[in-house]
């Protein structure tokens, strides 16, 4: 059984905008940097793709999700006095900060996920696995729990917001990144309503992302 679990990657893609909008204020990009900036506020979950090979079925658990890959990417942006470079390990910081509030991230690759992980009772710290074989699809447990989580869902009403000011007042020349999030949330929604639907009828409809 494998799960993926993750603070939506559109959250992660508008702080991604939002933070690297507000540098460009002090630090003129090109839209080439931009990109790569906003790129690496999401790169983290792209570790999913190793799950084929691993026998490690939790990406929070890879090195990409630990604070060490964040600094390893600032370490080569001084190294080369690369501003741009640095503000992809912030934006890689920033990624693994957030996702220690809802499930918790393996933080200093010790083994071990550690955060205040607010979507999980304490007493459910050390059942997860169980908890998830009580649903029809596994992933249900992680989707219903953060789309039901008032927290989670003003977050991302928040930060969805943010960016789209920030990307219009700012930064109007790179207004086509916006479709990154328009995918990523889109994706979000159709995987919401394709589980829900799962747990209803018992069966499937579609095929998900590592499913």
């Avoid at 792209?46 to 691993?54: A, G, H």
């Avoid at 600032?74 to 912030?90: E, N, R, S, T, V």
């Avoid at 989580?149 to 207004?175: H, K, N, R, Y």
């Avoid at 309503?193 to 069966?203: C, G, V």
Wanted: aromatic residues 22%.
């Amino acid at each position: 059984m494998s799960f993926f679990t993750l603070m939506h990657l559109s959250f992660h893609y508008a702080i991604g905008i939002i933070f690297t909008s507000l540098i460009s204020l002090f630090v003129p990009l090109v839209w080439w940097q931009y990109g790569v900036i906003v790129f690496f506020s999401v790169i983290s979950d792209f570790d999913i793709v190793y799950l084929i090979w691993s026998s490690q079925k939790n990406h929070r658990m890879f090195f990409t999700h630990s604070i060490y890959f964040s600094i390893l990417v600032l370490l080569i942006g001084f190294a080369f006095a690369k501003f741009w470079i640095i503000a992809c390990g912030i934006v890689a910081i920033l990624h693994v900060g957030a996702d220690l509030f809802d499930w918790g991230t393996n933080l200093f690759f010790s083994g071990h996920i550690i955060g205040p992980r607010l979507l999980l009772a304490r007493d459910e710290l050390d059942r997860v696995p169980e908890l998830m074989a009580q649903e029809v699809d596994h992933k249900w447990f992680f989707v219903k729990r953060y789309f039901n989580s008032f927290w989670c869902q003003f977050a991302e009403i928040l930060a969805g917001v943010s960016m789209i000011l920030s990307i219009t007042l700012i930064t109007p020349d790179f207004w086509y990144f916006i479709f990154g999030y328009i995918l990523a949330l889109g994706y979000h929604l159709f995987e919401f309503f394709e589980l829900r639907y799962r747990s209803i009828h018992n069966r499937a409809r579609f095929q998900l992302v590592n499913h």
